[in-house]
């Protein structure tokens, strides 16, 4: 799939986007270890957490489908998954494969979780060598999937987090239930925390000291009556294109706000745009509520470095759009694991935008972006990196002429159904399907 993209005069209107990802693939892994039948509604049924969906069943956990993102799980507690017939297929989801790492590391039978080309190039030894230390049998394909994974006694660890990473640590965690003892991470700066939330919503023991988080081997979890709320990281897209537009005024309600996912709205807000957040409620734990922003008479640019990054780590490539529209020189450094997310986010941005004009450089752990630049319509390429595909497609909102993304469909990985709320608030986008192969 392609997507066309004309310029925009403005957005305008409310809209919701869909279920938290990062959330989706929680609640269901966790709805499967606890006892009993948990309800999720506001799911998100993208790529993405289809897989999550796909390794539940094939781990032996009834799963009802009511609606897309309508879900029955019946889950067996925490030690009742079945030893699969097959290897576990992760697509292209890395939260999948991490966190189905640790949880598997306290079953004694052996599993195999696979991948596509995507996935099996991002590192896996990161999840691999601390539970192995645990005292699970873990191998990996030179640092990569396929992942061999057989679980049995484990000891509880004290771990120190090479990086900020909410998936190493929410494998770790998980593993942590089934372990003898208590298992302690600390990071170098806080990830998105929703594995601490969730699991302390539904009984486990977890505590939190100023180096780290302590989990307890597993009490009974109880289960789930959640209804998502919305992804901030597909709410980002929205409110970057409502800054940069002259006269537009979006807003999104039911949206997750938990701090440790907030960093881009901080970031716009710390280059003067204006975009608020209102807490309005809490579900399970995490905070919700609304999301507004109106075009920037004036951005400045920003030095984005240290705890900043992992808080809005999902936001680079539409940072890195808004950037070219601050007046002045916007950094970014401590970010070097944008080279392993669903792309090398820093390579690939630079590259594509530089087609539409943009002033950007390259570091080894993150970008410089010059601005402000008058971004030119161009053909573009998403490198099959859902976020990637977003960010260009509302640089092309900006520029001046048509801008074409190529190979968009990866857009369903986390946001089935952008081009129609992009649509839906004023913007001429047009998905078109790739003509066939002769
Ligand atoms: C995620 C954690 C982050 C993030 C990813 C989702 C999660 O990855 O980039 O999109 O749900 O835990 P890392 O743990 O690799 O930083």
Redesign the pocket.
């Known amino acids: 799939m392609r997507l066309r993209i004309r310029p925009a005069s403005r957005l305008q209107g409310a809209h919701r986007v869909p279920g938290d ?2 959330l989706s ?1 929680r609640a269901l892994l966790f709805a499967a270890l606890a006892e009993g039948t948990s309800r999720l509604s506001g799911w998100l049924p993208a790529a993405d957490c289809e897989a999550t969906l796909r390794c539940v069943r094939a781990l032996g956990i009834p799963v009802e489908r009511l609606g897309p993102g309508d879900l029955c799980v019946h889950g067996r507690g925490l030690q009742g998954l079945r030893a699969p017939i097959a290897p576990l297929d992760c697509g292209g989801s ?2 999948t494969m ?1 966190l189905l790492m640790g949880i598997l590391a306290g079953f004694p039978f052996p599993s195999i979780l696979t991948g596509n080309a995507q996935l099996s190039r991002r590192p896996m030894e990161r999840v691999a060598e601390p539970l192995r230390r645990m005292g699970a049998e873990v191998h990996t394909t030179d640092g990569h999937a396929p992942v061999f994974v057989r679980g049995g006694a484990l000891r509880g660890l004290r771990y120190r987090l090479p990086m ?5 640590k ?1 494998a770790l965690l998980l593993a942590g239930l089934y372990a003898e003892g208590p298992t302690t991470v600390i990071e170098p700066a806080p ?2 925390d ?1 594995t601490e939330r969730l699991l302390a919503a539904m009984g486990a023991t977890l505590e939190r000291d100023g180096e780290g988080v302590t989990v307890h081997p597993g009490p009974r979890l109880r289960p789930l009556d959640l209804h998502l709320p919305g992804d901030p990281s597909s709410a980002a897209f929205l409110l970057a294109a409502a800054v940069l537009i002259p006269g537009s005024a979006v807003r999104i309600p039911g949206v997750l706000l938990n701090p440790t996912r907030l960093g881009f709205v901080e970031a716009l807000q710390a280059m003067g745009a204006p975009v608020a957040v209102a807490v309005e409620g809490e579900i399970a734990g995490e905070p919700v509520g609304t999301l507004t922003a109106c075009a920037a008479d004036r951005l400045g640019p920003l030095e984005v470095s240290g705890p900043l990054v ?1 808080r809005m ?2 936001e680079f490539p539409i940072f890195a759009v808004v950037a070219t529209q601050a007046e002045g020189t916007t950094r970014v450094r401590d970010a070097a ?1 944008l080279r392993v ?1 669903e792309s090398d986010r820093i390579a690939a941005l630079a590259a594509e935008l530089r087609r539409m004009g943009a002033r950007i450089e390259e570091h080894p752990d993150g970008f410089t972006v010059h601005g402000p630049t008058a971004l030119r319509g161009a053909v573009v390429h998403s490198h099959g990196d859902h976020r990637l595909a977003m960010a260009l497609a509302v640089a092309g909102l900006v520029a001046e002429g048509g801008t074409t993304v190529e190979d968009a469909g990866c857009i369903g990985d986390s946001f089935p159904g952008f081009v129609e709320t992009l649509q839906a608030l004023g913007a001429e986008v047009e998905a078109l399907e790739d003509p066939p192969r002769p």
């Open positions: 990802k990062s693939h890395g939260t991490r900020a990473s909410a998936q190493v929410s990830s998105r929703h992992p780590i999902d694991e997310k």
